[in-house]
């Protein structure tokens, strides 16, 4: 089990409970606006923007945000202006920890991430001093009880997926970047429906964590996922199942 792996699938988790209070909205309207801005209002010209939507859609986003979402980052109507970057870090035990961050204030942003590091026992690091150690991949999940798994290799694989694990209760289709929308338009036509499908960055190698450490980890992490600003948190951890089911029990 990856340490990627292991941190998708609590995001999986969090993201249900997200959803249900609505505050997954805000990075999905972020992410639809700049995916507008950057490639345009047509979805079917943008894949980010049809990534964006369909992750709006699972969530069930009322139409009119998606639409106000893409007037903003078309410049059809005001808006806000985001700018997108990265922070890179190590966490405790010297995880690597990449953020993809969506503001529209560096300097509040900066101070509170720089905040959120300190605050659980790690530091951020210099721009690439932790980039390398991750590949860009596809990644699309799927419930276990929704899919039968022979179908689902089947599918996947003949569309072009590079590879499915079976992790707890979902399982994780990996892509390479360009067969992603090939793989998720296959599994839209045999109504295989997706918790998450997103292009996302996948740990050449993992690190593990015990004890105190673990705990700290997984703290950062879910500090970093609640910070509004920001949209992704990527991270090379390993931790023993028993040991995250104590921590999260």
């Not at 507008?36 to 049809?50: I, K, V, Y």
């Not at 999940?141 to 590079?162: F, I, N, P, S």
Request: net charge negative; with cysteine.
């Amino acid at each position: 089990m990856s340490g990627h792996n292991k941190w998708s699938t609590i995001k999986h988790k969090k993201a249900a409970a997200d959803a249900k209070r609505g505050k997954a909205f805000t990075k999905l309207i972020k992410e639809i606006t700049v995916a507008a801005r950057s490639g345009g209002g047509d979805q079917e010209s943008n894949p980010r923007l049809r990534s964006a939507i369909a992750a709006a859609k699972a969530v069930n986003m009322p139409k009119d945000n998606i639409e106000r979402s893409i007037k903003r980052g078309t410049g059809e109507i005001d808006g806000v202006t985001y700018e997108e970057f990265s922070y890179e870090g190590y966490g405790p035990g010297g995880v690597a920890v990449l953020v993809d961050i969506m503001t529209d204030n560096r300097n509040r942003t900066a101070a509170e991430i720089r905040h959120i590091f300190n605050k659980s026992n790690g530091n951020l690091g210099e721009n690439g001093c932790v980039a390398w150690m991750f590949d860009k991949k596809g990644l699309i999940v799927v419930d276990r009880e929704t899919a039968d798994e022979e179908t689902l290799m089947d599918v996947a694989l003949e569309a072009g997926a590079d590879d499915v694990h079976e992790e707890d209760d979902v399982f994780e289709v990996y892509t390479g970047t360009d067969s992603f929308d090939a793989v998720r338009q296959a599994f839209e036509d045999r109504d295989i429906p997706c918790l998450s499908a997103e292009i996302t960055m996948v740990p050449q190698n993992t690190i593990r964590v015990e004890g105190k450490e673990a705990e700290q980890m997984l703290r950062l992490l879910e500090r970093l996922e609640d910070c509004d600003d920001v949209q992704n948190v990527h991270a090379n951890f390993d931790i023993d199942d028993e040991i995250m089911e104590q921590i999260q029990g």
